[in-house]
């Protein structure tokens, strides 16, 4: 009997629900054939995942601990990724940089998270991929590579055109809306990533942590409301710059900007990751001359 989390999309299509539902520090995976995208479901999903079918390939969506997470119990299986995210997840010592967590209050627990409470470890990557590779899998399937650089810089999603069925990961159309708070996050980018994934005619959309959404319609929706997200953060902190008088980034965080509320185990954390989250939109503010750079901070053009 087919286990309730591994749900059947269309002819060797499976959508493999995460535990706790995909929500962190789990996510969502795709099952094409042999080839598994991300293997953050859990443990225990992925041992009973392997009962039922023969993981031949990994794909790794990005390097984020959620996604890749419990590898090792893959071992057999070739693993790849994008080029630019495959130095973090192959040595997972750097994850501290790329979070920019190393001397701030949130450094203890997220150390203990990432190596004690996840055990992240290093993955062998053996291949990489590029935008618009197309894996050609069994007969009958294409997957092809979508770059979507924002959330991370190797960030991908999967595309297999047959079917119209879309792997999205962290473009995860959830209501807190794009994260891009690590040190290669980028903005501009984000939104170019869910730019063209609104080109793509998708039929079925499977999210890193938000189920899956069916309809093109439905899905071109929930990427629009999605992007809307950043435009809803921008207009607040335009509202937080007093007129001629500087502001840094400082000023601006703990202020809920981004997250509407601190009270989770991350607390800490989230602060680190808010400052930089509104830094990206610093940066986006002085390419598009909304603020220049003033002595302490920036100021309004
Ligand atoms: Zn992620």
Redesign the pocket.
Known sequence: MMNEFIIPLADDIYFIRGERNGKLPFSNSLLVKDYLIDTGVSRKHLRRLQKEFQVNNVLFS?W?E??CRDSSLLGDADFSCHPLDKEVIMDSKKFVDYYAIENTPSEPFFKKYLYEIIKIQDTLVNQVFKDEDILKIGYSHRLKVIHSPG??AGHCCFYETDSKIAFL??IDLSSFGP?YGGLDSNLLQFEESIGNLLKLDIDIAIT?HNGMIEGRKHVKESLNKYKLIIDRREKKILQCIPEKKPINLNDLTHKNIIYHSYNDVFSEYLHVAEKIMLQKHFEKFLKNGIVKKAEKGYILC
Request: no cysteine.
């Open positions: 990005h984020h959620d996604h959330h991370t990961a962290d994260w890193g």
